[in-house]
């Protein structure tokens, strides 16, 4: 996937995010194992705020969703892109841990409970993780099945 690709894609699903828990964008599929990617009005919002919606960095990040999920390398050892877990147990508490557990996971009316019920799961299922690129982190959960992963984004980092 290019960034007019990934571009398109997410021009053709951004008027039905409004009306759902998360809209399903692509499906990477990488070592014989699908990643579902999909977006969130939420995320969409907060991204206008920060004028950085289908950015070239914003773009970037998405597309770097085809490197799929590496159980072996679950966390990042920096200046790596993919997707990686995001913990609670980092110090000091950084922006990308506020933003994904104290303004989504852990607040009830954040829209976990809405993503988690549309992946029929419980939110307890649900992995937080953050998908990076050089210059952005998404942020998003993920629900891990044997058919494969679905990533849901809800919110970004562009803190160094």
Partial sequence: MNLDE???LIS??????????????????????????????????SCRRGRVWKSKPFLTAIKNAEYGFDETRARSRGG???IFLVTRDHEPVNEMMKKLFDRFIDRP????????????????ALIPVRLVSHHMRLLGVMHRTEEG??????DYDDTK
Wanted: proline share 3%; glycine share 12%; with cysteine.
């Fill in 12 to 45: 053709g699903i951004e008027g039905d995010l409004s009306d759902r828990p998360f809209v399903e964008m692509h499906t990477f599929v990488r070592n014989g194992r699908s990643l579902r990617l999909a977006l969130t009005e939420r995320l969409r919002k």
């Fill in 80 to 82: 790596s892109d993919g």
């Fill in 109 to 124: 009316e954040g829209g976990v409970q809405a993503v988690a019920e549309a992946l029929g799961c419980e939110p307890a």
């Fill in 6 to 8: 990934a571009k398109s």
């Fill in 149 to 154: 992963d679905t990533l849901v984004l809800v």
